[in-house]
């Protein structure tokens, strides 16, 4: 083959060759005579911990969060919604005695059951929801 019948695939590998040389060029331009490049701690495991190995949640221990309790979901429709007015039941997507979500601005962290402790409603936890299954239910 000649030069000027050169196969498309070896072509464009010559683009790509002097389009990285051509910015390889560019960046040597940019960067100033002498300059270094900046020192970085490495990241590893033990990243975040002190000498004792603990992590230090000092910073974030004020913040508050919002902590919520989901007995159900349901979808309908505006219409419906419009339709509803006081002694309406919306049916919801869990079965009675179920336990709750307990939801951290909102990602499910646990379930529980609901009790009345000095006239006032709560939750008693029955499940704490791992990190890695919350990771999981991120993607969901």
């Known amino acids: 083959m000649s030069d000027t019948e050169k196969d ?3 072509a464009l590998a010559d683009e790509w060759a002097a389009a990285l040389d051509e910015q ?7 960067i100033p005579a002498g300059a270094e490049s900046a020192p970085f701690q490495e990241l590893t495991a033990e990243a975040g911990r002190g000498d004792t190995g603990d992590v230090h949640l000092d ?3 004020d913040v508050p969060v919002t902590i919520s309790m989901e007995i159900g979901r349901t979808q309908i429709t505006i219409r419906n919604l419009l339709q509803l ?14 336990p709750m979500d307990v939801l951290v601005n909102g990602t ?33």
């Open 8 to 10: 498309p695939n070896e």
């Open 24 to 30: 390889e060029e560019q960046e040597e331009q940019v």
């Open 59 to 61: 910073a974030i221990l």
């Open 85 to 98: 007015n006081q002694g309406s039941v919306v049916e919801l997507d869990r079965l009675a005695g179920e």
């Open 108 to 140: 499910l962290i646990a379930k529980g059951e609901v009790v009345v402790v000095n006239e006032k409603f709560g939750i008693r936890l029955t499940d704490i929801i791992s990190p890695s299954d919350r990771v999981k239910r991120l993607g969901k």
